[in-house]
């Protein structure tokens, strides 16, 4: 089960890196919790959203305020029905043109072959600062 777990989550970053969205949010369950860690008014993508509209919206308001300058992927490991992905990105936040650099940590919890929660961890204090007007 666990690799079959890694395989999935693994297919939804190359579906991200081809800018297909689609496929992520098939993947989903019904009643997907998904959370980008951290508080909506320090920045807009911040915060939790539900179901596959939700993640719909969030992949949205990632595309209409960031553009991606990389997106790399590291260490896969799963553990029971949870998957644990380390990776970096760096992105433009549109809106001031600053950049952002930041190593992260996903979390996916997988049941039945969907996504039932995703969780992000982030230095969520550079997206603020970023998008605060210069």
């Not at 992260?104 to 982030?122: L, N, P, S």
């Amino acid at each position: 089960m666990s690799r079959a777990n890694i395989t999935l989550v693994q297919s939804l970053y190359a579906a991200f890196g081809r800018g297909e969205i689609w496929p992520i949010v098939a993947a989903v369950a019904p009643d997907v919790n998904w959370e980008v860690v951290g508080r909506k008014t320090d920045y807009p993508i911040l915060g939790k959203y539900k179901g596959p509209q939700g993640v719909q919206g969030f992949f949205q308001q990632v595309g209409a305020l960031q553009q991606s300058d990389e997106f790399a992927p590291g260490e896969f490991s799963a553990s029971g029905d949870k998957v644990f992905v380390t990776g970096h990105y760096a992105w433009t936040i549109k809106k001031t043109g600053r950049k952002v650099a930041a190593d992260w940590i996903h979390v996916f919890t997988i049941k039945d072959g969907k996504v039932t929660a995703f969780r992000e961890f982030t230095d969520t204090a550079q997206f603020a600062e970023a998008n605060r007007a210069a």
